[in-house]
């Protein structure tokens, strides 16, 4: 796929919101992009009672083998906690993120009768901020509030009908950067986790194109599947229930990798174009990625002559990290290089996600 087809994908993927435990529309339209594809193979895209949405390509081999290769479709958000007297909203986070970047920015809530309402997170302007503060100051954002229009708790009820238990997703646009000077460069909300959904669609054309048979079999001995997966932002639930209720024996988390090269961060001095990113170690050292499989995909990488990044992530957890803890299974993260994470807007790579794909498809080829 050239740059305008992969953006075409993730611009489509990007229609639905997904905050986290309410990614069906989503999953429903990374369905069909897998349809298309799929059309002729007669393979089916199915979901499970966690709302993950799977492709199963059958291998060569009789001794059903499996590896599960995982992407989540999910997004940071919050959740309405409160409704206050005078008609602002309180809320808790769905996903991690700080308070320091909330401060006027505008979200959607999906009220009652499933509309998406506008609001803004309120805060100080500088105008009325003392200059002790506005260093000193953390926000907090359960102590921030939402300003939708309501003068009242029963009209913020009533006319806007949110309710306590509303999720919102941050607002935004998404699309090329700077079109006219560079196609290459995305921004937009919810870049984790579209790009690696994105990705999953392009591998599963890659393997079409070039590791299947006439019968709509593998030329591989492993069983494939390509699993959008939910709940990752909020402890890697659908994940955790895919591997459990299906025979794996490998995994492949597909991510962002974090670019992240700024004062005071922790970071591995990951670039945005300098290729996909084999991360070694996630989770404070908590969450440590299969050795040896790691091993074999930056050889796979060198053999092929394919651009990569070694990454180690310390504030961050994966489907594959938490595949490899929880259930013992051998897995590897890919991390496609992403800017500005859970933040709005974060940065990627139409390129990126294209050579992310190249990578396992290489590595697929690798395991005759």
């Known amino acids: 796929m050239n740059n305008k087809e992969i953006l075409e994908i993730i611009k489509t993927l990007a229609v639905e919101r997904a905050p986290s435990g309410l990614e069906k529309p989503r999953g429903e339209l990374f369905k069909k992009e897998m349809e298309k594809i799929l059309a002729n193979k007669d393979i ?6 966690l709302e993950n949405y799977f492709v199963k390509l059958k291998g060569s081999s009789s001794e059903k083998k499996a590896i599960a290769i995982l992407a989540h479709i999910d997004e940071i958000g919050g959740t309405i906690r409160k409704i206050r007297k005078n008609g602002t909203l309180e809320f808790s986070k769905r996903g991690g ?6 401060v006027s920015r505008t979200i959607e809530i999906l009220n009652k009768d499933g509309k998406w309402i506008k609001g803004v997170i309120s805060g100080r302007s500088t105008h009325s901020t003392p200059e002790s503060l506005r260093v000193k100051e953390k926000l907090e954002p359960l102590e921030m509030e939402i300003y939708i229009g309501a003068r009242s708790k029963d009209e913020a009820k009533n006319d806007y009908k949110i309710h306590v238990g509303a999720p919102f997703v941050f607002s935004g646009e998404f699309g090329v950067l700077n ?55 909020i402890g890697t639930e659908g994940a955790h229930y895919f591997v459990r209720n299906n025979s794996v024996d490998r995994v492949i988390g597909v991510d962002i990798g974090l670019v992240a090269d700024f004062s005071g961060s922790v970071n591995s001095d990951i670039k945005l174009d300098k290729g996909p990113v084999i991360i070694w170690q996630e989770g404070r050292g908590s969450g440590v990625l299969d050795h040896d499989f790691c091993k074999t995909l930056m050889n796979v990488a060198e053999k092929n002559n394919l651009p990569y990044q070694n990454g180690v992530c310390e504030f961050y957890g994966s489907d594959a990290g938490k595949a490899q803890k929880w259930h013992g299974i051998p897995s590897a993260l890919i991390g496609i290089p992403t800017m500005y994470s859970h933040n ?25």
Request: with cysteine.
């Open 97 to 102: 993120y700080e308070g320091r970047w909330l």
């Open 179 to 233: 079109p006219e000077i560079n196609d290459d460069i995305i921004a937009g909300y919810s870049m984790d986790n579209l790009a690696a959904a994105t990705c999953l669609i392009v591998i599963t054309q890659k393997i079409i194109d070039r590791l299947m048979n006439d019968f709509g079999n593998l030329k591989i001995s492993h069983d494939v599947y390509l699993v959008a997966t939910t709940r990752e932002e």
């Open 344 to 368: 709005v807007p974060e940065i990627s790579t139409l390129s990126g996600i294209d050579a992310a794909a190249e990578l396992i498809i290489q590595y697929l080829k690798s395991m005759g």
């Open 44 to 49: 089916s895209v199915k979901n499970d009672a």
